[in-house]
């Protein structure tokens, strides 16, 4: 039989003489993740070839490729396993999974110095976890920025969907949508692809037809169990690096500290042949942030914090962007089943569309979930509705309009301080105004007519959303009769934060750090712009 198979083989045995059997939950199962394990498991002391900070949606194909070419490699995760409580990632929790802000929850709340609150994800698998779920590729012009080589791009992107990526069912929203945009001109109807196209199209989910969320922590199912560790709970405090006279900084070692507070040194080796390098992967916030820490960013702001000067890098934590969300809020008079964003329009103005129903979306209104102000109160009951209603969003390419991260202290697990600028670039506000007209051109299509109440007019929607806009900002008067004012005081987050290391100005373009040795940067802080209708299609095929 041989003992590469023997363990099917037992495992086969068990299955059948206890069929019964559920006590392994998913991440105790042998051996694919028995490398999994809380840091406080972690010697004090530890050597690698590689170690990788992160272990999100570019860390964990990252990883597993980095394993299975038999290289010893560590993954840190400051957040804990995706598997240990399966209910927080079904289809149906997904808001009450993303808006969780109790203290040990998988997802990490933050107001943005724009007034709008956000969320990134601390837990194995990344943005994977906590995200909507839709799985789409990068435009061709993303690959071609990024000097990536698009035939290894395409297989990349097939090995991440062979493990992760199904294609979704038909929901009744999603289809009234699907013919609303094609009705308003959103052409052509593409049916199912993965690919980035002009026009409407159906494209992959990460939740399979039973509601369970597939994650790039499943990736790690390709890993080498025997040359991989993954820690969880480590939160890293900083890189180390070695510097000598006349001679570039070279990263040799990570601090980190699990849940009880110990702290361990993980060191690269140095018989590696040169093979040794640090990677972050700790996401478009995590990474500037880390990188700051370990005293790679603007060289005033990092002594006023007392961090030591490794390398004065101006561009660390600049040009950081976010994709705005705008739309509207639609109830609607009969129950149907709930949906995620399975459909998108791409139209010729840059403009992205998507919707969801269904879920209970006052988790997400800046204003507590006020309710709305309409023209009598039959309307106002008719939204009151906490799930009988639909969210119909767009966003822009890009965005042009970018901000920054800044450190506010030199605590790791506390948020750095955020500004996106939304719409600060006119191009941007003009594509939005266009993409709410054409939202309210699919609201009034014959397609969604159905799904309306007849005395509730698109006015009514329009007011009914600035009431229950998802931010803290203030409401000018006239945010419900002029678009570029809805706009700017409905702005949401698209969670598709991107910039702060970015190819040319932080990484070259093989992500390697500029003037550091043995250190790159690998997730979506190195994008200048975000790539496809959502980016973690992009990320993971950059991790592999």
Same mark, same amino acid.
Do not use: C, D
């Given at each position: 039989m041989g003992l590469k198979y023997s363990w099917r083989f037992l495992a086969l045995v068990f299955m059948v003489v206890f069929p019964n059997f559920h006590g392994l939950n998913y991440a105790e199962k042998a051996p694919k993740y028995s490398f999994i394990q809380e840091a406080t498991s972690a010697p004090e002391v530890s050597f690698y070839d590689y170690i990788v900070i992160g272990g999100g949606t570019a860390g964990c194909p990252l990883a597993a490729t980095l394993s299975a070419r038999d290289a010893k490699v560590l993954v840190l995760e400051r957040g804990g396993s995706p598997y240990t409580n399966t209910t927080k990632i079904r289809m149906e929790n997904v808001i009450s999974t993303l808006t969780d802000d109790s203290p040990n929850s998988i997802s990490q709340s933050f107001i943005s110095e724009d007034r709008v609150p956000g969320n990134r994800a601390r837990v194995l698998g990344g943005g994977t976890v906590i995200n909507l779920g839709f799985y789409s590729r990068a435009e061709t012009l993303f690959l071609k920025e990024a000097g990536i080589d698009e035939a290894l791009a395409n297989e990349s992107y097939e090995w991440v969907e062979k493990k992760i990526v199904y294609k979704p069912g038909a929901f009744q929203w999603q289809t009234a949508v699907r013919n609303g945009l094609l009705e308003v001109g959103v052409l052509p109807d593409n049916g199912f692809t993965y690919a980035h196209l002009n026009g409407t199209k159906t494209s992959g989910t990460l939740f399979d037809k039973n509601g369970n969320r597939h994650t790039a922590a499943d990736l790690l199912e390709y890993a080498n169990p025997t040359m991989i560790k993954v820690y969880l709970h480590a939160v890293v405090h900083k890189i180390t690096f070695t510097t000598k006279d006349g001679q570039r900084p070279k990263a040799d070692g990570v601090i980190f500290y699990d849940a009880n507070g110990g702290r361990h040194i993980a060191y690269l080796k140095h018989e590696s042949n040169n093979r040794s390098e640090i990677i972050l992967s700790a996401g478009a916030i995590g990474s500037p942030q880390l990188l700051m820490?370990?005293?790679?960013?603007?060289?005033?702001?990092?002594?006023?914090?007392g961090i030591k000067v490794v390398l004065d890098q101006p561009m660390v934590g600049r040009e950081m962007a976010d994709k705005p969300l705008n739309g509207l809020i639609i109830p609607y008079p009969t129950h149907i089943p709930l949906s995620l964003a399975t459909v998108v329009g791409i /139209?010729?103005?840059?403009n992205y569309f998507e919707s969801l129903n269904g879920f209970d979306l006052s988790a997400l209104s800046?204003?507590?979930?006020?309710?709305?102000?309409t023209s009598n109160p039959s309307q106002e009951a008719m939204a009151n509705s906490t799930r009988n209603q639909a969210f119909l969003v767009q966003t822009i390419f890009g965005p042009i309009s970018k901000g920054y991260l800044e450190l506010q202290n030199t605590n790791a697990s506390d948020n750095p301080k955020l500004r996106f600028n939304y719409f600060q670039a006119a191009v941007d506000l003009r594509r939005c105004v266009s993409g709410m007209q054409t939202i309210i051109n699919v609201v009034n299509s014959d397609s969604l007519s159905r799904f309306r109440f007849r005395n509730m007019t698109t006015q009514d929607l329009? /007011?009914?959303t600035v009431n229950r806009a998802g931010n803290l900002r203030r409401r000018n008067p006239n945010a419900t009769t002029s678009l570029e004012q809805y706009c700017i005081d409905t702005v949401?987050?698209?969670?598709?934060?991107?910039g702060g290391c970015q190819i040319g100005k932080v990484v070259d373009r093989d992500y390697k750090v500029l003037g550091l040795d043995q250190l790159r940067v690998i997730d979506a802080s190195t994008f200048s712009f975000s790539p496809g209708t959502n980016p973690q299609a992009a990320i993971m095929m950059l991790g592999r």
């Open positions: 820490l370990s005293g790679i960013g603007p060289a005033a702001r990092l002594r006023s914090l /139209n010729k103005t840059s800046g204003s507590g979930g006020a309710q709305p102000q329009i /007011n009914m949401m987050t698209f969670w598709h934060y991107h």
